[in-house]
Each structure stands twice: as C-alpha cells, then as structure tokens.
C-alpha cells in the first residue's frame, strides 16, 4: 500500500528540488488532527536521511506542503536548513484530493480525521457529491456517507474512535439510535465490556427504536441511480441531435433548431448534475 502512494507522488508532473525550509508553510488544510510518532520519524531521518521527498506546491512567495506534514516537522526538529522537494503545481481542490490519496493509501489517518475530510470535501468545500468523491478515493458511495455520519455521534463516542477504544464498524451501530445519551450510554458498555461487532449489534438492537422502511443509505442509492439514469438518457439524446446537425449542413433553419435544442440539453443536464450535488448534501444532514 505504502509503494503504491509513494508511486502516486513520484509519477505526478513537477520537479525535483531542495528548498529552504524557512520558505516551506504546512498544510492550509490539515487532514491529521495529531502529528503523533515525530519522535520515532526525528530518528529515523537522523539514522538514514529523507528517503522520499515532500510533496508541495509553489504559493505566492513561498511553498505549501500538499503532502509530508510529519516529514517536515521532523527536519524542522533536527534543524535542516533544506529539504528535499517534489514542487507540483496544483489548486486548492487538487491539493486536497492528493493529500486525501496519499493518506488513505498510508493509512495514516484515523477514522474521525477521515470521516472529517470527507465532510470537508463535499460539504464544507462544496467540490463534489458523495458519488464523485467516492470514485476519486476508490471507495462505495455508501462507505463515504457512513463515514461522515460517524461525525453526528456524541462528542465521548467521537473521543473513542479518535483513541481507537471503539471501531468506525461498531460505532456505526449506534447512528441509527435518535437518542443521543444511549449511544454515549451503549458506546461505553461496548468498550467497558470489549464487545465484538456482533455482540454489539444484537446490543444495539435490543434499544434500536422503529426505523422507516428506507435508511439514508437506500434514498441516497436511489436518488443517485435516478439521477444518473437521467443524465445518461439526456447524454444519449444529446449525441442522436449532434449526429442529426452533423447531416443538416445544408439546411441552415433546421440546423439552427437542432442547435438550439442541443443547448437546451447542455444547459438540462448541467443543472441535473448540480441538483445531484444537492441532494447529497441535503440527505447527508438526516
């Protein structure tokens, strides 16, 4: 997994150079809410230098680091004037995304600092859907939003999954729950009594209040499959007019019409594609 981010990084377009560190700024937008293990990273470097460079990427009138935080803590510890760089050119999005990448296949980040990105990405940034983010991180739909709704539990149960005292899996158990001091309440009887995943479901379940026959994952599956449908007929519609124009060049009042009504379609399916984005947004707030 390691190979395959660090491949990611040294096959992005750029180039290679050794910048003062004075003129290196971390990350505007962190994805770890720790940079715990710089000790461990402090010696290593010490021990066999910087064997990867870090990702950053040229601002104003210095650099930003889009990926290798701890990495340049670490040197900043052992007081390098320099370090070596890998200086892509890249916007805020396209930072974010690579940052994103790049600790997901590290496993670096905990499930709260994950679940927190996520939220960032689609909501807070407003750069994509839940679908969108999914196919950039290779992950389900489904898996993303049960990820973010880990971040609607209580603020003990949030601490946990920050410790690691309780699984993203078990903790998901307990969204369902309305009542917000029983998840507090059964998240601390799972962890005091180190239940597995299945005991803590049939726990969960025997407080789980009636639930609507559809979850938020199901109304987002179907709105999506609805919408994508839907943009997909109008993609088809707007090739079959492109192919007509394409036999109409000496008809000119046709031709106008066809045009005409080929926009229409552009104009419909770039406003279905915006009322997707919604949708996500809104549902992720159940």
């Known amino acids: 997994m390691l190979s395959k981010s660090l491949n990611i990084i040294s096959s992005a377009p750029g180039i290679l150079e050794d910048i003062q560190i004075s003129k290196i700024k971390h990350s505007s937008n962190p994805l770890r809410s720790n940079l715990l293990g710089i ?3 402090v ?3 010490r021990a ?7 990702l950053v990427r040229p601002k104003e009138v ?3 680091v889009v990926a290798g935080n701890r990495r340049l803590k670490a040197c900043e510890a052992l007081r390098w004037k320099k370090i070596a760089c890998h200086v892509v050119d890249l916007n805020d999005k396209q930072a974010f995304e690579t940052s994103l990448i790049e600790n997901l296949q590290r496993e670096t980040l905990v499930p709260i600092d994950e679940a927190k990105a996520y939220k960032a990405y689609v909501t807070d940034f407003g750069w994509g859907g839940v ?3 999914a196919k950039k991180v290779s992950k389900s739909p489904s898996y993303i939003t049960k ?3 880990l971040l609607n539990l209580p603020e003990d149960v949030i601490n946990s999954l920050s410790m690691l005292s309780i699984t993203p899996s078990v903790a998901e158990e307990l969204c369902p729950l309305k009542d917000r001091s029983r998840q507090s309440e059964l998240g601390d009887l799972i962890i005091q009594r180190h239940l597995s995943l299945r005991k803590a479901r049939e726990l969960v379940n025997q ?4 639930e609507p026959d559809f979850t938020v994952d199901d109304r987002m599956e179907i709105s999506q499959r609805s919408f994508d449908k839907l943009i997909l007929i109008l993609r088809v519609a707007l090739n079959n007019i492109s192919g007509l124009i394409d036999k109409t060049d000496n008809d000119w009042v046709i031709r106008e019409v066809l045009m005409h009504h080929r926009n229409m379609l552009h104009q419909q399916i770039d406003l279905l594609i915006k009322e997707k984005r919604k949708l996500d947004r809104r549902l992720l707030t159940f």
């Open 39 to 41: 000790e461990e990273m």
């Open 207 to 210: 407080f789980r209040e009636d």
């Open 62 to 64: 210095d650099f930003e």
């Open 131 to 133: 679908s969108e983010l």
């Open 147 to 149: 990820k973010i709704k």
């Open 48 to 54: 066999n230098g910087l064997l990867h460079p870090i």
């Open 43 to 45: 010696e290593s470097i």
